[in-house]
């Protein structure tokens, strides 16, 4: 579906409208609507910042169009980033158990020192911090009750509320 802006001396006035909408409106486009292509909204990578949840306006190639701004992250923001990170990761339950694992810079992420093996359909495998390995571990518990996994002892522990 075609899009059409209202302009005015050069500038956009409103928003896009459909041409079916305009042609309903005016029996035609009229002269003072100009074709707009609409543009998503970008996918940003790890490090950049959308400076505007809305984009704005602007005439690229002769046809008005959606223009996201977009900007790499400050070293500073960058680094509170890795560090809300690291502090999140570090701040779970049995924590210590992953204090082998690293920060991947380019990817923001925490990651293993050995990485993860093939996964086996029926086979839970986890990281073992004893052993500094991927490690199976047994079956969860079939039955009425919650339970988690204490990397600790090795085994599933029955949640009591």
Request: proline content about 7%; aromatic content about 14%; charged content about 20%.
């Amino acid at each position: 579906m075609n899009l059409y802006i209202e302009t005015e001396s050069g500038e956009t006035k409103n928003h896009p409208a459909f041409e079916h909408n305009l042609i309903q409106a005016f029996g035609a486009i009229p002269a003072h609507w100009e074709p707009f292509t609409r543009i998503e909204r970008p996918i940003l990578n790890v490090y950049q910042v959308l400076e505007s949840d809305e984009p704005v306006y602007a005439k690229v190639d002769g046809v008005w169009t959606d223009v996201w701004s977009v900007r790499e992250m400050t070293v500073e923001e960058k680094t509170t980033k890795q560090q809300a990170v690291v502090t999140a990761f570090n701040s779970r339950e049995y924590a210590s158990n992953w204090s082998a694992w690293t920060l991947d810079e380019a990817t923001c992420t925490m990651q293993p020192p050995i990485p993860r093996p093939e996964r086996i359909e029926g086979v839970n495998t986890f990281w073992c911090g004893a052993d500094n390995n991927w490690k199976q571990a047994p079956l969860r518990p079939v039955d009425n009750n919650q339970h988690k996994f204490d990397f600790f002892a090795w085994q599933w522990v029955q949640v009591t509320p």
